[in-house]
T-cell receptor, first 112, second 110 residues
């Protein structure tokens, strides 16, 4: 089992460019999550998908969109990147309510 | 709004010392408290504490949950340089979301 995988590992964008961060899990988990981690801020939830076909906003959803493509895959899209979106992005998944979340290796994004 | 506060924010100790990391929380309809260790990359799961499991132990690491006083502690005994990491506390409430604290940066010097 690969667990939770993310692509790309690192990306540099110019302000205004768009990109999609990909996340996939092979643990047959129902729920998936996108977080961003900034120095001194801990992990903040962007969006989550409690089950296939549903998505909900987290704490910091502005400037992002998500797609739960199927049970395995959950993508995060930046339509028009801004320097404030420079961060490390983590995807996580779990079986569902009250279950431990397992994290991917992260994507480091730099927006110039 | 759910809230998790960790203390201290950073800590430097020598190998062999015992450390205690703190996590206090305010959350609607508490269901679980989780501890994660984060080294270079992704957070890795350590413990989950719930109403039915308020004390956990694994080797030199142990954790307790005080639901009345709304806090948890993570103890690490006989620290090693490999324990150097950020330790994250997260709390689950009435929905699927976890609320994370800012973390404690632990540095263990040889």
């Amino acid at each position: 089992n690969a667990g939770v995988t993310q692509t790309p590992k690192f990306q540099v964008l110019k302000t205004g460019q768009s990109m999609t961060l990909q996340c996939a899990q092979d643990m047959n988990h129902n729920s998936m999550y996108w977080y961003r981690q900034d120095p001194g801020m801990g992990l903040r939830l962007i969006y989550y998908s409690a089950s296939e076909g549903t998505t909900d906003k987290g704490e910091v959803p502005n400037g992002y969109n998500v797609s739960r493509l199927n049970k395995r895959e959950f993508s995060l899209r930046l339509e028009s990147a801004a320097p404030s979106q420079t961060s490390v992005y983590f995807c996580a998944s779990n079986r569902g309510y009250q279950e431990t979340q397992y994290f991917g290796p992260g994507t480091r994004l730099l927006v110039l | 709004e759910d809230k998790v506060v960790q203390s201290p924010l950073s800590l430097v100790v020598h190998e062999g010392d015992t450390v205690t990391l703190n996590c206090s929380y305010e959350v609607t309809n508490f269901r679980s408290l989780l501890w994660y260790k984060q080294e270079k990359k992704a957070p890795t799961f350590l413990f989950m504490l719930t109403s039915s499991g308020i004390e956990k132990k694994s080797g030199r690491l142990s954790s307790i949950l005080d639901k009345k006083e709304l806090f948890s502690i993570l103890n690490i005994t006989a620290t090693q340089t490999g324990d150097s990491a950020i330790y994250l506390c997260a709390v689950g409430g009435s929905n699927y979301k976890l609320t994370f604290g800012k973390g404690t940066l632990l540095t263990v010097n040889p």
